[in-house]
């Protein structure tokens, strides 16, 4: 039971690495008071051009420096669209998924021929497995061996730079002059702008963040998890760190774990494909993949209160003339 419960901590792991970092990216611009539904499409953005540059250049680093460019480009796409033209943050999410979801099949159809798909990426074009000290020394060790070497080690560079990103996103927020001013942005705007500082360029930087870190999350898809890009292979990803972030409550460490519950129900859906229960038979895996949507509904509506967001998340901010 302890292995097992050991192996399933540890496709955790691996399954909320794109949920953390989407997450985190979504806390970021909502802090700033950017609504983002289009996490989804930057992902799956930054997941074909990580694979697309990686197939071509043979390097999953040049792979992964692409999926940020491609993300950023869309997060300032969607800046533009909200920011400078203050337009509806829903239907601009919207349009960037419905955008991205054609236009990486078409692009994968027109460049490799493959059905939309990338050809399929080894060696350097991936992020590999890390071994870290001592793994393979200890790893008959009791408890403490097996946590160590399967649990903590054996995971690429893109899974400890998600965790990395947590403690980092907490202090950028919370303990930096630029983590002040955004919070204040997405709570009061006029008040940021009456200081002095530019509520849009401040708004610009937070959706440049968050699609650096939607491009992590991309690539971290197709050039790590998985050996190049297949169609709509975020697979409503970028919605579910949006429900992991309104659980977590636009908090670092409270999203973490939101993203760690969801990752874990879905390796304890994996896990019980085929397994029938004594009494009970067969699980249904969607009845498990479901757990999580109906926790945060309960969670929410009856144990934690109401999640509250920033005061001035989606409203358009116009500038007071004197």
Known sequence: MFETLILILDATMRVSTPLILAALAGLFSERSGIVDIGLEGKILGGA??????????????????FAMLASIGLALIHGFAC???RGDHIVSGVAINTIVAGLTVTLGL???GMGGQT????GDARFLSLTLPFADAVADVPVIGLIYSELLSGHNVLVYLAFACVPLTYWVIYKTRFGLRLRAVGENPHAVDTAGISVAFLR?????????????????????????????????????????LIFGKW???????ACLLFGFLDAVAV???????????????QAIEVLPYV?????LAGFIGKAIGPKAVGRPYVKERA
């Open 48 to 65: 074909f051009a990580a694979a697309a540059a990686a197939a071509v250049f043979g390097s999953a680093w040049i792979g992964l420096i």
């Open 83 to 85: 920011i400078t033209h």
């Open 110 to 112: 027109d460049w490799f």
């Open 119 to 122: 050809p399929t990426l080894a």
């Open 204 to 244: 610009y930087r937070a959706v440049i963040i968050c699609g650096i870190l939607c491009g992590l999350a991309g690539a971290y898809l197709s050039t790590a998890h998985n050996a190049g890009f297949l169609k709509d292979m975020s697979a409503g990803k970028g919605y579910i760190a949006l429900a992991a």
């Open 251 to 257: 908090r670092p460490v409270p999203v973490l774990f």
């Open 271 to 285: 896990r019980m494909q085929g397994v029938s229960l004594p009494g009970i038979g067969e699980i249904p895996v």
């Open 295 to 299: 926790l945060t509904v309960l969670l």
